[in-house]
């Protein structure tokens, strides 16, 4: 991939060009890291790409350029992507409850901890869940792996989310239908599985299996060109190992030889389940940088990703305010979260540089991405390490960044 000169896009070269030494001293050199990749652009331009570490546990083959990474939870805003190309065909609302929709949500209730250990559901009073919730997980929907109520352990118990066990995304929306939500709808916001639900959604309004829509409709006019919920076999030498942080080293978790993204799942995750390259992810981002559009293709209107990126938490709240587990940390006291993506609203509360507007996600692997539009900066930031919070390299990357600038 070609760069351009970082001075000509405003960065300051050598402040630029000091990032990957500092990548490579505190994660590489002390084996907190294996292999990492980060594309820093500006005006859809690269400014800087380096790539370094290697790909393998037990092997010393170097990450490649072209490397092929598992993005996890940075599938979701291709999906949300997905769902207002279909809001613009007037095939969905925003607004309308999700059970027009998906059937199975009809009766779907929330959870009465006075049913004793038996968990039962009560009817929502606040009125059904709209697809605005799903957008914004403010759903009452949860993940399995959080561990901290009955609801994600009826989740675990069942095993929902196994991609390669007994569920497609339409069995996988009937048993959710069973079951109760953890709360209301809009009254919270939790981190879940509402982004595969929206998965179900584009296949029900499209009429299209979800691999399909995302190729047709997403991938190939962005030239997103080894972007899939598998790699292909000739593909595979491009694809590396996945790591668990454990105290002492990195454990292997998912291995590039017998991985499970050699075979196609039955539940196709709109939430997770992605594998994707930084060159790919960068056109994502660049089409979203320019509201919508790349090399003329036009994916969704400016408009659309205008109301993306406003905070659609109910009453202007923050992820602090809302959150009933995860990302509620103080630092995300200035941020909101739109439809797709968490969304900065008070640079000062979030405590390191940025730009209001700055939209961003990550994945449970370690990925990332954010889009500046007020700066015209996109970060695309690849490692295979999970879970994603057991280092600040995100928030270090951010600092480093913008400290690069002219």
């Known amino acids: 991939m070609q760069t351009a000169d970082p001075a000509s896009l405003g960065f300051v070269p050598e402040r630029l060009d000091a990032i990957p030494a500092f990548l490579k001293e505190r994660y590489l050199d002390t084996g907190k890291l294996r292999g990492l990749q980060l594309l820093v652009a500006r005006r859809g331009e690269v400014a800087l790409l380096s790539t370094q570490g290697k790909a393998y546990a037990e092997r010393n083959d170097a990450l490649r350029e072209d490397q092929i990474f598992r993005i996890a939870s940075m599938t979701?805003?291709?999906?949300?992507?997905a769902i207002m190309q279909l809001v613009e065909q007037g095939k969905l609302a925003l607004d309308e409850p999700v059970h027009r929709?998906?059937?199975e949500f009809k009766g779907i209730g929330v959870y009465d901890a006075g049913g004793g250990s038996v968990p039962f559901a009560t009817r929502p009073t606040n009125g059904p869940m709209r697809l605005v919730d799903l957008m914004r997980h403010t759903s009452g929907l949860t993940y399995g792996f959080q561990n901290r109520s009955n609801v994600?352990?009826?989740?675990?118990?069942?095993k929902l989310e196994n991609w390669h066990g007994n569920h497609d995304l339409d069995s996988f929306v009937a048993a959710l239908g069973e079951l109760p939500l953890e709360f209301q709808p809009g009254e919270a916001w939790n981190y879940s599985v509402s982004t595969d639900v929206l998965g179900a959604i584009v296949q029900r309004a499209s009429?299209?299996?979800?691999?399909?829509?995302f190729r047709d409709h997403i991938f190939k006019p962005l030239g997103m060109v080894d972007t899939g919920f598998t790699v292909p076999k000739k593909k595979r030498d491009r694809f590396g190992d996945c790591w668990t942080w454990?105290?002492?080293?990195?454990?292997?978790?998912?291995?590039?030889?017998?991985?499970l993204w050699h075979s196609k799942p039955k539940l196709l995750s709109g939430g997770g389940g992605l594998v994707s390259t930084a060159a790919d992810y960068h056109r994502f981002c660049t089409m979203l940088l320019n509201r919508g559009t790349l090399d003329g293709a036009r994916i969704v209107s400016r408009k659309s990703i205008d109301l993306m990126t406003m905070n659609h938490l109910p009453g202007g709240q923050s992820l602090a305010d809302m959150s009933t587990s995860l990302f509620s940390e103080a630092q995300l006291a200035g941020t909101g979260f739109g439809l797709g993506f968490a969304v900065t609203q008070d640079v000062a509360k979030s405590m390191m540089p940025g730009s209001p507007g700055e939209f961003y996600w990550g994945g449970m692997y370690s990925t990332a991405f954010f889009v500046d539009p007020v700066e015209e900066i996109t970060m695309v930031f690849m490692t295979q390490l999970q879970p994603s919070n057991v280092y600040p390299i995100r928030r270090?990357?951010?600092t480093?960044?913008?400290s690069a600038l002219a």
């Open 76 to 81: 979701k805003p291709i999906t949300s992507i």
């Open 101 to 103: 929709v998906l059937p």
């Open 152 to 158: 994600d352990l009826a989740y675990r118990t069942g």
């Open 207 to 213: 009429g299209e299996k979800l691999d399909a829509y």
């Open 246 to 259: 454990t105290p002492k080293r990195p454990v292997l978790y998912d291995s590039a030889e017998n991985s």
């Open 396 to 398: 270090e990357l951010k």
């Open 400 to 402: 480093l960044i913008y």
